[in-house]
């Protein structure tokens, strides 16, 4: 156990303190036939499916669902507009601007930093080692008593790779701050989530998302998974109707659907391994990361002529030659096999130009 964690104590004073807004749909729940408590429109909406009354705010039938599929109590889930709603948060709620900060661990995703920026919050970047892991002595020298959160993403975007767990689990029981997991990508690792030891680590957050392997990019839900009182904060704190009806009730119909996602996932697997082999087959290829994720970061030759050439056949990568400890890549989203198999041959070609 992590005893000198306090969640009391990491909470910014302005947040501790915060009276929240309280919502119409708050403040009644319940069964009732006549609603003039929100000043909706009475008679409907212009719409086949009626929008005109404002949406559950903690999404309790979402939720429900969620809880049943991740084995995760209701109680411990925070939906966001999206995952990023949810970095925003959790800056917003612990790292006072101009004053804490927070260690991300490059090359990794970039929506932390950008939060960081946006709310005036130092970031302390920690390179992972050259096999894509964490540096735990220099996070351990980067920490400061003004250090809040610290972000891994495992698997790892941009580089496909999981994080070790026990080094995860090193930070969770040392630091006194939050770790936050991000797992974008678990459904395509070998690895379990974290969200199984949300009882042991009081200091975790994991973050999820519907935008990957769900399918559910447009609609926007991402996950925050954590102890009652972190997600108590996050609900404290989130704008009252940050989940809208629409994206509420297609989540909920999709959520049927397991199977099928389960079914995409095996053939996405299946197919990132196919892809990284015939990868590895080319000359060219240097190097390409042993991926858990839905995509593949590959070193080679003249990365950014054949991503111009890749452009010019309406075959659209992510360039990251430039970023440090990715020098010379590109990330390959795993498509559908006809699109892997495009994306190979028009390889072929460029190289045997
Ligand atoms: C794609 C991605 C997300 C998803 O963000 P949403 O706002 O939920 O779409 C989160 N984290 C990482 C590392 C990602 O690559």
Redesign the pocket.
Known sequence: MNESFSLNSLLRDNIRNLVPYSSARDEFKGEASVLLDANENAFGSPHSENYNRYPDPLQHRVKQKLAHIKGVPAANIFLGN???EAIDLLYRAFCRPGLDNVIVVPPT?G?YEVSANINDVTLRKVNLTPEYQLDLDGIANAIDKYTKMIFV?SPN?PTGNSINRQDIETLLVNFKGLVVV?E?YINYAKQPSFTKELAEFPNLVV?Q?L??AWGL?AL?M?MAFASQDIIAVFNKIKPPYNINQATQNIVLEALENVEQVNEWIKLIVAEREKLSQALMQIEQVYHVTPSDANFILVKLEEPRLLYNFLVSKGIIVRDRSKVELCEGCLRLTVGTPEENITLLETIYSYYNA
């Open positions: 999206g995952s990023d995703y929506m993403c975007n991000d974008a973050l998302t935008s990957k990019a926007r991402g």
